[in-house]
């Protein structure tokens, strides 16, 4: 069973730095991209950042681009997310994301998520 | 960046019905579009993906059509766990980008 475990949230003040983890069980984690996705409180869902297999290139909204960095670890099938700078508008609940298929930009396995609350 | 138009906002339908939900892409997305169901309090579950295949494990009565910048999810027999919030996915491009989702209730 494909099973991603999110940690790591929690509160913190606007311009300090939290780093979500995500541990990946139940497939090969190397083989696939893997990817960060939030949802707001009573919002959509936003993209934050995708890795590829090897962790040498990633991608970013401008929303997040300079102040997050995501980075993979596939020895302990592991996923990061480190946010730096946080803002107000950053609280959301953050999923870590597997790709349906790893040619389809598209995300067939989600976790559980983890809530990041940014406030004084 | 593509911009995803999900329409309606809301609707609903009684039970055993037909429901049809449409996305519009800003740009043309070659089929890269799919479809996740998320209900209250749960991650989103992906439904359909490249416009017309169906994730396992994901009911039949459930499809997707359409090419170029417009798609659809069809639901068939529409029933009770069917609720929740939907939303389309471009995978065509980055930044990934979703639409606003669309919220459907039983009637």
Known sequence: EIQLVESGG????????????????????????MAWVRQAPKKGLE????????????YYPDSVR????????????????????LKSED??????ARRVRDSYAHFGYWGQGTLVTVSS | DIQMT??????????????????????????????????PGKSPQLLIYYANRLQDGVPSRFSGSGSGTQYSLKINN??????????????????LTFGSGTKLEIK
């Open chain 1, 10 to 33: 929690g509160l913190v003040q606007p311009g300090r730095s939290l780093k979500l983890s995500c541990s990946a069980s139940g497939f090969t984690f190397s083989n696939y991209y």
């Open chain 2, 78 to 95: 529409m029933q009770p766990e069917d609720e929740g919030v939907y939303y389309c996915q471009q995978g065509y491009t980055y930044p």
């Open chain 2, 6 to 39: 999900q329409s309606p906002h809301s609707l609903s339908a009684s039970l055993g019905e037909t429901v049809s939900i449409e996305c519009l892409a800003s740009a043309g997305i070659s089929n890269y579009l799919a479809w996740y169901q998320q209900k």
């Open chain 1, 47 to 58: 993209w934050v950042a995708t890795i590829s297999t090897s962790g040498t290139t990633t």
């Open chain 1, 91 to 96: 609280t959301a609940t953050y999923f870590c």
């Open chain 1, 66 to 85: 300079g102040r997050f960095s995501i980075s993979r670890d596939n020895e302990k099938s592991s996923l990061y997310l480190q946010m730096n700078s």
